[in-house]
């Protein structure tokens, strides 16, 4: 298994600025995901986040408005670039450990736009 | 294309059995999940299928048919505490892919 925080939980935020939202594992896993859930909604792929590479991202969702890195095995940051209201929304981290069936969560940014 | 279908809400009674439907088409198959999502907190696995059939595991089961397209996650002896979205999710080719996640079903569970 995987044992996955994010920083912050929470946050609010004003029109126009940025947040980086950290996520950090407790074991080297391959591959690292961005996700995107909106209220009342299911979760969207924002992209795969590649260590020491570009990330691959979804249709819909580009570099300059999410903007990723990935350090190393353990840790990776996405960043909600100049925010509006339409970017509220739960952002959550995800890992693949232990095999292909065993994809993992982390508990979620909740990001408020005003 | 990648679609997968589930009902937007279901009730159900305390200590009864309920079925949630998911149909997917996709490019590709390798994989169907089933996760559960309590409100305000991360989605946790609560099933895998990649073979017809039937996989039981306690209260809750999960079906595949392959060639249907078509899934369900039987839910037995209801509690309160079942009361979350349940979300099927699709895996559609070899590897390390990401999850492809429906809409979510929201059960509410009531006495």
């Known amino acids: 298994s995987a044992v996955i925080s994010q920083k912050p939980s929470r946050d609010i935020c004003q029109r126009g600025t940025s947040l980086t939202i950290q996520c950090q594992v407790d074991?080297?896993?391959?591959?690292m995901f961005w996700y995107r859930q909106q209220p009342g909604q299911s979760l969207t792929l924002i992209a795969t986040?590649?260590?020491?590479?570009?990330?691959?991202?979804e249709s819909g969702f580009v570099i300059d408005k999410f903007p990723i890195s990935r350090p190393n095995l353990t840790f990776s940051t996405l960043t909600v670039s100049n925010m509006s209201p339409e970017d509220s929304s739960i952002y959550l981290c995800s890992v693949l450990a232990g095999g292909p069936r065993e994809q993992y969560f982390g508990p979620g940014t909740r990001l408020t736009v005003t | 294309g990648q679609n997968i279908d589930q009902p937007t809400e279901m009730t159900a009674t305390e200590g009864a059995i309920v079925q949630i439907n998911c149909t997917y088409q996709t490019s590709g198959f390798n994989g169907l999940f089933w996760y559960q999502q309590h409100a305000g907190e991360a989605p946790t696995f609560l099933s895998y299928?990649?073979?017809?059939g039937l996989e039981e595991k306690g209260r809750f089961s999960s079906f595949l048919s392959r060639s249907k397209g078509y899934s369900y996650l039987l839910l037995k002896e209801l509690q309160m505490k079942d009361s979350a979205s349940y979300l099927c999710?699709?895996?559609?080719?070899?590897?390390?892919?990401?999850?492809?996640f429906g809409k979510g079903t929201r059960l509410s569970v009531i006495a």
């Open positions: 074991s080297q896993v391959t591959m």
């Open positions: 299928n990649v073979l017809d």
């Open positions: 986040a590649n260590q020491g590479s570009e990330a691959t991202y």
């Open positions: 999710a699709v895996r559609d080719a070899r590897g390390n892919t990401p999850l492809v």
